[in-house]
C-alpha cells in the first residue's frame, strides 16, 4: 500500500503554468506505475497521463498532450505534472493514482490509491 498526497494547485490565467506535485510514502515506490487523473464539476474523473515505474515510458490524453509533462523522481518519492499554456477548460480537481504492477493503465478503475486531490482553476 502507498500513501500519495498533491499540491501544487491554485488559480492561474489562461496561458500560464502551475506544477503540481504527488508525495509518496516511499513503499518500493519504484515498482509503482502513476498516474494524474482529474474531475471537473459534473463530470467523470478523467485520465491525463501516465507514467512506468522507471520514469521510461509516458502516456498522455489528447487533451494535454503537447502541453503537460508528467515526469518522477524515484529518489525522493515524488510525482511531478508540469502544466502549461493552461486553459479554461482545464480546470478540475487533480489527483495522482498509483498502481503496483508492470501495466500502466488508463482507467481509473485499475488504480487501487489515490490522493486527496487539489484544485487547478484556470481563468479566461
Known amino acids: 500500500q502507498v500513501a500519495l498526497e498533491e499540491s501544487g494547485g491554485g488559480l492561474v490565467q489562461a496561458g500560464g503554468s ?5 508525495a ?3 513503499r518500493a515506490f519504484g515498482g509503482y506505475a502513476l498516474a494524474w487523473f482529474r474531475q471537473a464539476p459534473g463530470k467523470e ?7 512506468n515505474g522507471r520514469g521510461s515510458s509516458t502516456y498522455y490524453s489528447d487533451s494535454v498532450k503537447g502541453r503537460f509533462t508528467i515526469s518522477r523522481d524515484n529518489a525522493k ?5 508540469q502544466m502549461n499554456s493552461l486553459k479554461p477548460e482545464d480546470t ?8 503496483n504492477g508492470i501495466d500502466v493503465p488508463i ?18
Open 92 to 99: 478540475a480537481v487533480y489527483y495522482c493514482a498509483a498502481f
Open 18 to 22: 502551475l506544477r503540481l506535485v504527488c
Open 107 to 124: 482507467r481509473a478503475s485499475s488504480y487501487p490509491f489515490w490522493g486527496q486531490g487539489t484544485q487547478v482553476t484556470v481563468s479566461s
Open 45 to 51: 474523473r478523467e485520465f491525463v497521463a501516465n507514467i
Open 77 to 81: 518519492y515524488m510525482l511531478y505534472l
Open 24 to 26: 509518496a510514502d516511499g
